[in-house]
């Protein structure tokens, strides 16, 4: 929910802090490191890595996609997963209260301990317009997944959702029940995987329309919060444009503002 480069963190915080897909990157690195794992050796199958880190097969690919972007382990298109360098210098940890994150809805509920849900309001496949090609890098008139969900924590609505995606970066968009799956655990699970690394993000104050008023169960006076994210993957494509209606009264943004001299 809000936004900046994620390296893999390393131990300072508490585990259960991190998204699952990336406390199971963690640990298969480490027992990688551990048995002395070589540059060349082959891991075992995603069937036997999910059973061993009692994790899903969506998580477990989720994992290694990380490591793969990070270097670590690489894929075959008919043999499996490969070790490629262990020895690298792995980047600093950074703590989470520090540093934002890019990070999903389903992603932030499951760190702060809530039960997040969803109401799909819509979910088509339309041409894209002008503007959402040249915010997204695709030709105008291309496929593009149009979500819009109602979101709540806890049975508590929350925030209005609309997103766009190129329909390319994942083809299982245009089938996936979004009243149940995770958006960013979909992409990360995609072939080849979509890691949503940076986003461009903006927030703005305004009143509500009629319609958010009735969906977000509010009255006129309450003000809404809306974000605008535009998320890149591992490549720096721009794979996400999302706009969030939030009540004012059940959001806050947070960010570090630094001085890089």
């Not at 008919?78 to 890019?102: I, K, N």
């Not at 509920?109 to 702060?112: E, F, K």
């Given at each position: 929910m809000t936004v900046a480069r994620t390296p893999l963190p390393r131990g300072?915080?508490?585990?259960?802090?991190?998204?699952?897909?990336?406390?199971?990157a963690a640990q298969l690195l480490d027992d990688l490191r551990a048995t002395s794992a070589r540059a060349g050796d082959r891991l075992p199958s995603e069937r036997a890595l999910a059973t061993r880190y009692g994790v899903s097969r969506v998580t477990l690919r989720a994992a290694l996609a990380e490591l793969e972007a990070r270097g670590f382990v690489r894929p075959t298109s008919?043999?499996?997963?490969?070790?490629?360098?262990?020895?690298?210098?792995?980047?600093?940890?950074?703590?989470?209260?520090?540093?934002?994150?890019?990070q999903g809805f389903a992603d932030y509920?499951?760190?702060?301990g809530l039960t997040a849900s969803s109401r799909v309001l819509s979910a088509?496949?339309?041409p894209a317009t002008v503007p959402e090609s040249e915010h997204l890098r695709v030709a105008p008139g291309a496929d593009l997944f149009d979500l819009h969900r109602l979101r709540f924590l806890d049975d508590l609505v929350v925030v209005?959702?609309?997103?766009?995606?190129?329909?390319?970066?994942?083809?299982?968009?245009?089938?996936?029940d979004f009243n149940a799956a995770s958006l960013y655990a979909t992409l990360r699970a995609a072939d080849p995987p979509q890691l949503p690394r940076v986003a461009d993000y903006s927030v703005e104050a305004r009143h509500p329309t009629p319609r958010e008023m009735e969906l977000l169960e509010t009255g006129d006076t309450m003000p809404m919060l809306v974000a605008t994210q535009l998320t890149f993957n591992q490549e720096d494509r721009p794979i996400e444009l999302t706009v969030?209606?939030?009540?004012?009264?059940?959001?806050?943004?947070?960010?570090?503002?630094?001085?890089?001299?």
């Open positions: 300072l915080f508490a585990d259960d802090a991190l998204p699952l897909y990336e406390r199971t008919s043999r499996g997963w490969f070790v490629v360098e262990l020895d690298q210098t792995a980047e600093p940890p950074v703590a989470p209260a520090a540093t934002p994150q890019v509920a499951q760190v702060n088509t496949v339309r209005l959702e609309h997103n766009r995606l190129p329909l390319t970066v994942c083809p299982a968009l245009a089938d996936t969030q209606v939030y009540r004012g009264d059940r959001y806050r943004f947070r960010a570090s503002i630094t001085n890089p001299s």
